[in-house]
């Protein structure tokens, strides 16, 4: 196990901003939320379709079910994937460490 250390003071009191997976996994569900209920709501007309065979209510209450679970799949999905993103740019790109003892932020460099 590594711990990381402060490169300014040597202190292991370290925070993680974690800025672009925090962004990337909240933009990342609401694309993902709605991708899925236009997916849902273009698959409508034919959950309507079939639907009618159960009634009006059958099509109406299949038709916002899809919708919603087609919103929620896309943003479950869509947060893992944009968190995943936002973590390699902290890591990578973004001074995502903080010194607790000293407030000197930096990289993480991992081998």
């Known amino acids: 196990m590594t711990f990381l250390q402060c490169p300014q ?3 292991t009191r370290i925070k993680t901003k974690n800025t672009a997976k925090k962004a990337g996994g909240t933009l990342g569900a609401l694309a993902g939320a709605a991708s899925g209920a236009a ?3 273009r698959g409508a007309s034919l959950g309507l ?3 009618t065979l159960a009634g009006p209510a059958g ?3 299949g ?3 899809g919708a919603t679970l087609g ?3 896309g943003a479950a999905f869509g ?18 460490c903080c010194c607790s003892d000293c ?4 990289s993480e460099k991992r081998p």
């Open 79 to 96: 947060c893992e994937i944009g968190a995943a993103v936002g973590e390699v740019v902290d890591r990578n790109i973004l001074d995502n």
């Open 59 to 61: 099509s109406l209450f």
């Open 71 to 73: 919103a929620l799949f």
């Open 103 to 106: 407030g000197h932020t930096f």
């Open 39 to 41: 997916g849902a709501l």
């Open 9 to 11: 003071c040597q202190s």
């Open 49 to 51: 379709a079939v639907g």
């Open 63 to 65: 038709t916002i079910a």
